[in-house]
């Protein structure tokens, strides 16, 4: 079946489709740039030293959680020289584990959430 979109989703779509003021090209690679400068500032912090000292930190905007997980997991195998242990939640979405094992150098570990004798 369909999913159920919200009616407040579909008034926004038709305000967003109806404003020709709106710039709809495509984003750069890296995204929309207030965005990740914003989240960079919101998960380190206003007075972070990597982000005003350091000049170290750096972001990038994705289409989706997968798109997300995909490159998260590509710079781990390429740039972690750690352990490359990728420790999933069990349950977790298919396609995780799918995603993992199709990248060389890494390895999917199950990790179970809940103890099953008490089932907390």
């Keep these: 079946g369909k999913p159920w979109v919200l009616p407040v989703v579909r008034k926004a779509e038709s ?13 750069s690679m890296g995204g929309l740039q207030s965005f990740t400068d914003a989240a960079t500032r919101l998960v380190l912090g206003e007075n972070s030293r990597l982000i005003n000292e350091e000049n170290r930190a750096v972001a990038l ?14 710079f781990i195998a390429q740039f972690y020289p750690g352990c490359k242990d990728i420790l999933v939640s069990n349950p977790s979405w298919g396609n995780h584990k799918l995603m993992i094992d199709r990248i060389p150098g890494i390895k999917f570990v199950h990790v179970h959430l809940l103890r099953p004798q008490n089932n907390d």
């Design 61 to 74: 905007q994705t289409l989706s959680g997968t798109g997300a997980l995909h490159i998260a997991l590509q």
């Design 15 to 27: 305000m967003l489709a109806a404003d020709e003021t709106l710039n709809k090209e495509y984003l």
